[in-house]
T-cell receptor, first 119, second 116 residues
């Protein structure tokens, strides 16, 4: 149980295009979903936190108009990188949090990540 | 100052060696502590939680010193498959959209390579 998927796993796009990344909890309902970004040789940095049906809460320094987050249901959150530029190239990872039977409270389950390359 | 600091390494050790990683955190409001493992180009995976009393899981032993805000991980009898980046992670409560959740803050990670 507690599987989180991301799609696509890898995307290469031209500068100026928008890219949508999906994060799904496959076998549980996620009360909260998180989006992280990891640049090479750096740690995961939390970008934003979203609860189903409400606006996302963005971390300091993350532009909410550039990184659009939609959390339409308890199993799906999307991150759209608008007008992507080469400096947005990174590894984007989502996680989902819920109380799973037999699991620790508030545990985050990570998706496999999406590698974005902007040319 | 980073909220979670780790020695990035790399640590290169032979099979069978014992290796120790250290981590410090700056926010005394941190509530929970973990070690994650991340393989190249993969997502992080939870290795173990860390408690003040110390805890062991097979060849892995983790320790927390709240007074010093220091966390450690000891790996005994290293295997080739232990090669990875080890991430020190702390969690504290945050509120967003009317919901309380645990925010994870990751260290930069310590690279371990175990060679034959």
């Amino acid at each position: 149980g507690a599987v989180v998927s991301q799609h696509p796993s890898r995307v290469i796009c031209k500068s100026g295009t928008s890219v949508k990344i999906e994060c799904r909890s496959l076998d549980f309902q996620a009360t909260t979903m998180f989006w992280y970004r990891q640049f090479p040789k750096q740690s995961l940095m939390l970008m934003a936190t979203s609860n189903e049906g409400s606006k996302a809460t963005y971390e300091q320094g993350v532009e909410k108009d550039k990184f659009l987050i939609n959390h339409a249901s308890l199993t799906l959150s999307t991150l759209t990188v608008t007008s992507a530029h080469p400096e947005d190239s990174s590894f984007y990872i989502c996680s989902a949090s819920a109380q799973i039977a037999g699991g620790r409270p508030d545990t985050q389950y990570f998706g496999p990540g999406t590698r974005l390359t902007v040319l | 100052r980073k909220e979670v600091e780790q020695d990035p390494g790399p640590f290169n050790v032979p099979e069978g060696a014992t290796v120790a990683f250290n981590c410090t955190y700056s926010n005394s409001a941190s509530q929970s502590f973990f070690w994650y493992r991340q393989d190249c180009r993969k997502e992080p995976k939870l290795l173990m939680s860390v408690y003040s009393s110390g805890n062991e899981d097979g060849r892995f032993t983790a320790q927390l010193n709240r007074a010093s805000q220091y966390i450690s991980l000891l790996i005994r009898d290293s295997k080739l498959s232990d090669s990875a980046t080890y991430l020190c992670v702390v969690k504290r409560s945050r509120n967003a959209g009317g919901t309380s959740y645990g925010k994870l803050t990751f260290g930069q990670g310590t690279i371990l390579t175990v060679h034959p």
